[in-house]
C-alpha cells in the first residue's frame, strides 16, 4: 500500500520536526485486533514480554517471534480490555500468523484487521495541539499509555508513542467515514502552532536508534543480534512461541550484531537497500539503514557485522552504489538521547 513519504525536502521535514509540530498520514499500517475469552493466553503466546504486567491501558513495545527465534515484526501493543488487544505494526504478515497459530491452539480467540487508520502528531508541539483537541486529560498520559475517547462524536484511541523520539502522539480513527474530518480538526488545533503535514522522518529514527522491520531486522534475525534483548522477560512463567529457541541462542550467544556506525566523508543519501561492509578488502556485513544527521553533522547508520567486527572504534569500508568506497567506524547507538528523557517528557 502507498503512503505520503514527505511534502518537502526530507531535511526541512526533518527540522519542522525538530521545532514546530508536524502531522503524518500513516493510515498505511496494519493493525491486528485480537479478541475473544482466550485473548489474552493467545496473545502472551505470540511475545517474549510478559504481558501480565500490562495494565488495561497501557502499551508495550514487543516482538513477535517465531519458532526458531527470528522476528516476524515489532509492534506496539495496546490492551483495550482484559481480552482485547492491538498490535500496531508496519507491515508483514502477523495477520496470517497469528491465524495460523490459532487453527493448532485450541483457543478462543477472533483475529481480524480493524480499520483504524493511525496519524501521528509529532514534535516538541505535540502536546498543546493533543491539548486543544482533547483537553488535559491526553496530555497527562505516561509513555506508551492511552485512552479511548471522542471528538466532536469521532471515536479515536489517542496513545502517547511514535516513531521520532519526540514528543508524540497517534490518533486511530475507529470511524473510516470521518478521516477528512478529523484531518482538518487537527490541522486547526495546530495552526498557532505552525503543524505541517510531512512524512516519517528516518533522520530522526536513525538519530533515536529505532529500528525499521524489514530493513534493519527481518524474520532471519532474532532479538540478540539487533539489540532487543531487554524485550524478552526472563521470567515470563508461561511459554510463548521461539522461548526455547531464544534460551538456547542467549546461552551460546550470537555470531553477528547490529551496530551504529559513522561514515565518513560528504553527506549521503537515505539506502534504499543494504550496502557492502568490509574489513581490510573482504566483506564481513551490510549496512542497513544510513543517512546524514543535520544537527551531528556526520552521516550515520546501522551495520549488520559479525561480533569480531563489532568492537566500538572498529574500521569498516562501506560501498556506496554510485559513490564508491568510505572509510566507517563503529561507534554506540542511539546517537541522540539514550535515556529517551525527550519522548517522556
Not at 555470531?255 to 537497500?273: F, S
Request: glycine letters at 10%; a neutral charge.
Amino acid at each position: 500500500m502507498l503512503f505520503p513519504i514527505c511534502f518537502d525536502d526530507l531535511e526541512a521535514e526533518y527540522h519542522h520536526l525538530l521545532e514546530h509540530v508536524t502531522l503524518w498520514d500513516v493510515a498505511v499500517e496494519r493493525q491486528v485486533e485480537i479478541t475473544g475469552p482466550d485473548a489474552f493466553a493467545f496473545t502472551n503466546m505470540l511475545t517474549p514480554r510478559d504481558l501480565s504486567k500490562c495494565a488495561v491501558g497501557q502499551g508495550k513495545y514487543v516482538v513477535i517471534t517465531a519458532e526458531d527465534g527470528g522476528i516476524i515484526n515489532d509492534p506496539v501493543l495496546l490492551r483495550l480490555g482484559e481480552n482485547h488487544f492491538w498490535l500496531a505494526l508496519a507491515d508483514s504478515d502477523v495477520l496470517l500468523w497469528a491465524r495460523g497459530v490459532a487453527l493448532k491452539s485450541g483457543l478462543r480467540v477472533n483475529l481480524v484487521e480493524p480499520d483504524v487508520s493511525p496519524l501521528q502528531v509529532q514534535g516538541p508541539k505535540a502536546k498543546d495541539v493533543v491539548q486543544a483537541l482533547f483537553g488535559d486529560a491526553v496530555t497527562k498520559l505516561r509513555y506508551y499509555w492511552f485512552l479511548e475517547t471522542k471528538l466532536d462524536g469521532i471515536p479515536v484511541v489517542v496513545t502517547r508513542t511514535g516513531w521520532t523520539g519526540e514528543v508524540g502522539y497517534e490518533i486511530y480513527l475507529r470511524d473510516g467515514s470521518r478521516g477528512d474530518e478529523l484531518w482538518e480538526r487537527i490541522m486547526q488545533a495546530g495552526k498557532p502552532h505552525n503543524i505541517r503535514p510531512t512524512g516519517p522522518s528516518d533522520i530522526r529514527r536513525v538519530e533515536a536508534g529505532i529500528l525499521n522491520w524489514g530493513a534493519d531486522m527481518t524474520l532471519q534475525n532474532n532479538v540478540y543480534e539487533v539489540g532487543l534483548g531487554h524485550l524478552v522477560d526472563a521470567g515470563k512463567r508461561v511459554d510463548y512461541i521461539g522461548r526455547v529457541a531464544l534460551v538456547r541462542i542467549k546461552a551460546e550467544g550470537v555470531r553477528q550484531t547490529l551496530v551504529g556506525i559513522e561514515i565518513e566523508g560528504a553527506r549521503i543519501e537515505m539506502n534504499a537497500v543494504p550496502w557492502a561492509a568490509a574489513v581490510s578488502g573482504t566483506g564481513i556485513g551490510k549496512v542497513t539503514s544510513a543517512i546524514y544527521s543535520p544537527r551531528l553533522k556526520k552521516n550515520i547508520g546501522y551495520a549488520m557485522v559479525p561480533i569480531a567486527h563489532s568492537t566500538l572504534g572498529t574500521a569498516l569500508t562501506v560501498t556506496i552504489p554510485g559513490s564508491g568506497a568510505r572509510k566507517a567506524t563503529v561507534v554506540p547507538r542511539p546517537f541522540v538521547d539514550p535515556g529517551k528523557a525527550i519522548p517522556k517528557s
